[in-house]
């Protein structure tokens, strides 16, 4: 019987040794969503803008955007091209710059989006992002988000 008893507990632990290994192994999948964010928007010279955070984990990108105020007129001329003085910036606030970008967009009748701004941040911290968009004879007139990264 002692060998019997012996063969069935080697089994059992042997079957216990093998099992482990196999649930350490597993393949484990995360799945990081990405949460976009975008602050009120701004009506200038008949432009709507707006600035918007996009947050995947801890990374933060930052985006301002341009699009008509509303449809063109019908039976009225074509929206003109118009050149813009944009401005995106970003920073935890508190803490460190998410970095800045200015320059010129073209626009006509298309929404159109300036990125170029955004970071890692600590997981907590409130990101505030800034976008404005000047159009002579009008002076800039900046719109704003601010966003929590949860992680």
Not at 26 to 48: E, F, H, N, V, Y
Not at 82 to 103: H, I, M, Y
């Amino acid at each position: 019987m002692n060998r019997i008893a012996l063969l069935a507990a080697g089994v059992a632990g042997a079957a216990t040794l093998l099992a482990v290994p196999a649930q350490a192994g597993a393949a484990t999948t995360t799945t990081t969503t990405t949460t976009t964010t975008c602050g009120a928007s701004g009506l200038q010279a008949g432009l709507m803008t707006k600035v918007c955070a996009e947050v995947t984990g801890d990374s933060v990108q930052l985006y301002g955007q341009v699009s008509l105020a509303g449809p063109p007129s019908p039976g009225g001329p074509a929206p003109e091209t118009k050149e813009l003085l944009t401005g995106l910036s970003g920073q935890v606030v508190g803490g460190a710059s998410l970095g800045s970008s200015s320059g010129r967009t073209l626009f006509t009748a298309s929404t159109v989006q300036v990125r170029g701004v955004g970071g890692t941040v600590p997981c907590g911290s409130t990101v505030h992002g800034s976008f404005s968009v000047a159009y002579y004879p009008w002076n800039p007139a900046p719109v704003t988000v601010d966003v929590v990264v949860a992680c």
